[in-house]
């Protein structure tokens, strides 16, 4: 009997939690969720709170794309695939080399490579738009996207990565006759798509959001990336909320897309980015 | 490695190997080139550009002036500097004690929650990380509309008088750190997780025995053990916090009144309004400098930890 009833008291307190986890989910996206409802409410019912709109329409949604939001939205994804692929494809050679190869300089590499981990975005800003200038790159995807491929983080975890593999992998290809780049391309490639996934998502996402590069390397309006512009729609007065609402959804979806199919490369890269 | 084998071989595999280390090495390099040049050319020669500016007085259109250390000088007499320091240490108070303690405390709850039930709480927690900083402000701006904001219906409602926010020198600081927080909690949630997953149920089951109670358990058990992931956690935020720049520009152009004015908002508007690009750099670099200390001191916790 009294098993019974501490079931009955381990039911009751797993309910309490999850109601209380509920409200504080609740709590922590509905914001989200009003940016949604608001995007499809009329420009003067923005600011109606109800929860569910009254009357649903599509004028914000038309107002952003008319504020030539498709054309930002394809600058955005242009840029985020760019740089994903191409970071991806350098880090994993550089990763690769500092874990399996050997060469001289290589723990002074790895030391240099890492720690510019310790030199932060905002100070090298301005001087990078000086270089941008010189190189005659400002208002072009160039400028946006070669200096966003260079990172440590990503050479650091595929270096960890490939660290860990056993060493006959090597030995096996070599004496099947593999070439260097045989044994890279062929082996060690494929054995990474999990960590590659990983690493993909975070990078898409990281260029996808980012503000302040693209903010300072393009005054062009037809070279602004999503976030440019819609940080540039926003401070303008006579926005209606409606279509700032709508232009925020148009920016989040393809994120949204990411984070539910993707989901758990998304909690792993975070772990990945933690404590090793 | 080698060696031993090395010695005992004829001449002619010796050169073998030894062109085999040539093409090793040349591969390596080969590997790394690209990386190597993007690293030294958008990382390394900026911050040396920036070193080099910050010994100038520049304002772009007329050629540079040397002027030695006098950019460092006057930062030390410049009141406005030294208020966007006081204001970035101000957030730094507000938002490094709000993310640790919440996502710490959410960490432990979730964690207890048995099944499935915990995955999906985690990912809706952690749903506010993935959108950028432009749209966050864009929503909380929204809801915190001195007029006609959710927030404000809220305590009209239940009989609060009705609050500026971002309008507010005495509050924006604070909304700017509470924005932040709210989209970043759900991330060291999972950080604290992860560790919190790696702590022997067998701990708590035995101080349960003993009657002790979950205050108890947290204090004794769960913090101490936490020891490595809390400072990792705290300083990382701390370097953040320094840094703070998307959210002020979209949201309060470092108003109203300088209230947040951070550092790099000030290195920012330096650069690209004032035109003093040499005194810009300077500030930069002892903000650099500043970071630089808190790294190294991430980077022996980290080191320490890999070493194990």
Known sequence: MSKTLEAKRNRKIYITKVVIAAILGIMVVFPIYMMFISSVKPKSDVFDMKIIPGTFTLDGYTTALNENFGRYFSNSLFVSTVVTLVALVFHAMSGYALARLDFVGKKGMFLWIISTLMIPFSVITIPLFILMKQFDWLNSFKGIIIPAIPHAYGIFLYRQFFITMPDDLEEAATIDGCSYLGIFTKIFLPLSKSISVTLGVAFFIANWNNYLWPLIVTQKQSMWVLQVALANFVGRSDTPWNAIMASGVITVIPIIIIFFALQKHLVEGIKMSGLK | ?308
């Open chain 2, 1 to 308: 490695m080698n060696n031993l084998s090395i010695s005992t071989m004829t001449t002619r595999k010796k050169y073998g190997i030894k062109s085999k280390k040539v093409k090793e090495n040349l591969f390596a390099y080969f590997m790394l080139a690209p990386d190597v040049i993007g690293i030294a050319l958008f990382i390394f020669v900026p911050i040396l550009i920036a070193l080099y500016v910050s010994f100038h007085d520049w304002n772009v259109l007329e050629p540079m002036k040397y002027i030695g250390l006098g950019n460092y000088k006057n930062l030390l007499s410049d009141g406005q500097w030294w208020h966007s320091v006081w204001t970035t240490l101000l957030y730094t108070l507000m938002f490094v004690p709000m993310v640790f303690c919440i996502s710490l405390l959410l960490a432990v709850f979730v964690n207890s929650i048995p099944g499935s039930a915990q995955e999906f709480f985690r990912t809706l927690y952690f749903i506010p990380y993935s959108i950028s900083t432009v749209v966050a402000s864009l929503i909380w701006r929204f809801m915190m509309d001195p007029q006609r904001g959710f927030i404000n219906d809220i305590l009209r409602a239940i009989g609060l008088p009705a609050q500026d926010f971002l309008g507010n020198p005495r509050q924006a600081l604070f909304c700017i750190a509470f924005i932040s927080a709210w989209m970043l909690i759900g991330y060291y949630s999972i950080i604290f997780l992860a560790a919190l997953k790696d702590i022997p149920v067998s701990y708590y089951e035995a101080a349960y025995l003993d009657g002790a109670n979950f205050f108890h358990v947290f204090k004794s058990i769960t913090f101490p053990l936490l020891k490595e992931v809390n400072t990792f956690v705290l300083i990382v935020t701390t370097i953040a916090s320094f840094q703070v720049f998307d959210q002020i520009k979209i949201l309060t152009n470092g108003g109203p009144a300088d209230a947040t004015n951070v550092s790099v908002y000030y290195i920012y508007k330096n650069a690209f309004e004032y035109m003093k690009v040499g005194y810009s750099s300077a500030l930069a670099f002892v903000l650099f400098a500043i970071i630089f200390v808190f790294s190294l001191i991430q980077l022996r916790i980290t080191k320490g930890n890999s070493d194990e």
